[in-house]
Structure formats: structure tokens, C-alpha cells
């Protein structure tokens, strides 16, 4: 058996409610910041996406070498 996840489903997973009409949450993951745009009759109909940089294993070896260094 195979299970589809539809876009709309995934984000409200993740948000863990169905928003309002009136609401724009923001969900940020690793990767990709969503704003929920649009909702109508329990349905995400427009979402903005932004997908962050990639960071090279340099960059995060010097992110967490300057976070252990502030501690």
C-alpha cells in the first residue's frame, strides 16, 4: 500500500492544525521557510516559499566553533 502526502497535508503536519482564514503562520524546517498565504474551507490554497542557502561543511565547523567558544 502506498501513502500520498499532498503538500497542504505536509504543512499542516508540520503546523500540527489547520490554520484559520485569517491567520499567516510561518514554518521554518532546515531547509525551506513556508508562509501560509491563503487559507479557505479547511484547504491551504497559497503558500510562499524560500529555500535558505546551503552551507558547506566549512561554514558549519566554524558556526559551532564560535558557538562553543561563547559558552
Not at 505536509?10 to 521554518?28: A, D, F, G, M, Q
Request: hydrophobic letters at 30%; a negative charge; one cysteine or more.
Amino acid at each position: 500500500m502506498e501513502i500520498m502526502i499532498h503538500f497542504h497535508g505536509y504543512l499542516i503536519t508540520i503546523l500540527n492544525r489547520i490554520p484559520s482564514k485569517r491567520e499567516k503562520p510561518i514554518i521554518e524546517t532546515s531547509d525551506v521557510t513556508y508562509k501560509i498565504v491563503k487559507c479557505q474551507d479547511n484547504r491551504i490554497l497559497k503558500v510562499k516559499a524560500c529555500r535558505h542557502p546551503r552551507r558547506t561543511e566549512e561554514q558549519i565547523d566554524t558556526k559551532e566553533d564560535e558557538e562553543n567558544n561563547d559558552e
